[in-house]
């Protein structure tokens, strides 16, 4: 049972540090499960607009921790800690440790290494409305492999296993490709927990399971083989009237990897994605300033003509361009003059057709199913996959492959909440929650109520772990504070405690039932567990 996976099964409310500090911190927050956080006494404030985990967070946090170490032992993965200043730099030393002794890596067997530590994050991104700390818990997992199939067999357990512990959160998610930071890095993935108020944007298809950043997401291309006849290609000025400047047109971009220079063709209402043309390069691709036009592609910016450009120019079409017939495109040289009957195949010299665009919303989705739809959410963790690099030293040393996997705990104890809002409080999910019970007695100066409290706590501290308010105040205030707290089941001992009758209320359904002492193990049972 959970009550197995904390040291306190019990605990009366008057020992838990629950102070009001809505007033306090309250008025910093502006996303509402987050308020309601701060008032029932999870978190609380300290300098510099930092927030403090008070003891009920760290109950939920360690049930959390509780599941990431579970579903990893059916991993065989064991434990390691680095120092917390150092904890971040986990992987390169793992992977400095494995290069000096690759007998660690045999028979094309992977190593699974853990550490659940406190890493602390510079220049820490504010979550959109969400409170942001310098430092938080994470998760941080790797695995080391001989092969490349092996790794790529532990990823997708991962990705498994990241959606067991959170499914057992009850936490809505999306697993999304995103962009690989670095050049031997490879298949990024990005998990992000579901939230109109997140700043993480992804776009997905209305009918499949196709999830990306926007950086990346790609889309289907419309471009068809036309069967149109090429026209002569002619310089045009601008006349008065603008209905001689429709149709289909092009732009073009000056961009240099390097010092390689580029030009790129888009389609007029398409936007440049630098990220997709370094990533065709793996190298860094900027745009050229129009002062450094000539230094780069040989011609002044007055004099630019693309047809006329060095051999060494590298030209770049989106592939939306490639099949386009009989287009226009502004003249770079003039915003007075324009090119007429451009054709790709035709006129660019050996041009390379890739996607290069950001996509739009409505644009299809690129498996064919549905269209893109754009999301909102927050970052919760990663997974990507690389490949080691031996120093020139060491080259009888194996190489090997490395999965990095990521869980940012406090976080997602964030994003729970979140999610489990309700209009009088938070509802945690059962495996989260701080306590299973929240016992409240209505007087506590009743001997029966204080018999049924005794005896209840008898029957049922050893499956599950019991809150109890033993504090001397109005019923109406303990309700409220409890709805506050988010417990899944609330137990009323009230005016009926003489005829050993309780009251039960499940806060996922706000529904209540009259049960008798002797009956309730067998109710909170099916209760808890018939779903399982």
């Known amino acids: 049972s959970r009550g197995e996976l904390v040291k306190e099964k019990k605990m009366k409310q008057s020992n838990l540090l629950i102070p009001d500090l809505q007033r306090m911190l309250g008025e910093k927050i502006t996303e509402e499960s987050q308020r309601f956080l701060v008032k029932s006494g999870f978190l609380g404030s300290s300098q510099d607009n ?12 360690e049930n959390i921790k509780n599941i990431v170490t579970e579903e990893l032992e059916k991993l065989s993965a064991v434990e390691f800690q680095l120092p917390v200043q150092s904890s971040l730099h986990a992987e390169e030393y793992l992977s400095t440790l494995l290069l000096k002794e690759p007998e660690n890596l045999q028979n094309n067997t992977s190593m699974q290494l853990y550490q659940i530590q406190t890493a602390l994050i510079a220049n820490q991104k504010k979550a959109g409305h969400f409170l942001t700390n310098f430092e938080s818990t994470y998760l941080d997992a790797f695995s080391f492999h001989e092969t490349s199939v092996s790794l790529s067999e532990n990823y997708h357990r991962y990705e498994q296993l990241f959606g067991r512990i959170l499914a057992r959160c009850d936490l809505q998610f999306q697993s999304v490709i995103a962009l690989n930071k670095e050049t031997n890095q490879q298949d990024t993935k990005e998990i992000i927990a579901d939230s109109p108020e997140g700043d ?26 036309s069967h149109a006849s090429y026209l002569p290609l002619v310089k045009k000025t601008f006349a008065e009237n603008i209905e001689e400047a429709q149709g289909q047109w092009l732009k073009s971009y000056f961009l240099r990897a390097g010092k390689q220079p580029i ?9 440049l994605n630098l990220a997709k043309v370094t990533n065709f390069f793996k190298q860094k691709v900027v745009q050229v300033k129009p002062k450094e036009i000539e230094k780069y592609f040989g011609q002044a910016r007055e004099m630019l003509d693309v ?5 060494e120019v590298t030209y770049l079409g989106d592939l939306e361009v490639e099949f386009l017939t009989n287009t226009k495109m502004i ?16 006129d660019f010299p050996n041009v390379a057709f890739a996607d290069f665009c950001f996509v739009k919303e409505g644009d299809p989705s690129p498996d064919g199913q549905g269209v893109l739809i754009f999301k909102k959410g927050v970052k919760i963790g990663q997974l990507y996959k690389k490949n080691q690099t031996l120093p020139e030293e060491e080259k009888a040393t194996i190489p090997f492959h490395i999965g990095h996997y990521q869980l940012d705990l406090s976080r997602l104890f964030l994003m729970i909440a979140q999610q489990h809002r309700t209009e009088s409080g938070i509802i945690w999910p059962e495996e989260v929650a701080p306590f299973d019970l929240h016992l409240i007695p209505t007087d506590l100066t009743d001997s029966y109520q204080q018999e049924l409290v005794e005896a209840v706590n ?3 501290a050893e499956e599950f ?4 308010d033993d504090r001397n105040l109005p019923l109406e205030e303990k309700q409220n504070e409890a709805a506050f707290i988010g417990c899944p089941i609330e137990i009323t001992i009230g005016k009926k405690a003489v005829e050993g009758i309780l009251e039960v209320k499940i806060r996922a359904t706000e529904a209540v039932i009259e049960v008798r002492k002797e009956e309730l193990v067998d109710t909170l049972n099916i209760l808890f567990y018939s779903a399982e």
């Open 50 to 61: 930092q927030y403090v985990f008070l003891p009920l967070a760290m109950r939920v946090i």
């Open 200 to 225: 993480e944007h992804y776009c997905a298809s209305s009918e499949s399971d196709y999830r990306a950043k926007i950086e990346v997401a790609t889309r289907l291309c419309s471009g068809k083989k």
């Open 263 to 271: 030009v790129l063709f888009l389609r007029q209402e398409d936007q």
């Open 307 to 311: 047809w006329n450009l060095p051999q």
């Open 331 to 346: 003249a770079p040289h003039s915003e007075q003059e324009y090119y007429e009957n451009i054709n790709p195949l035709r």
């Open 458 to 460: 008898a029957m049922m």
């Open 465 to 468: 772990q019991i809150l109890i």
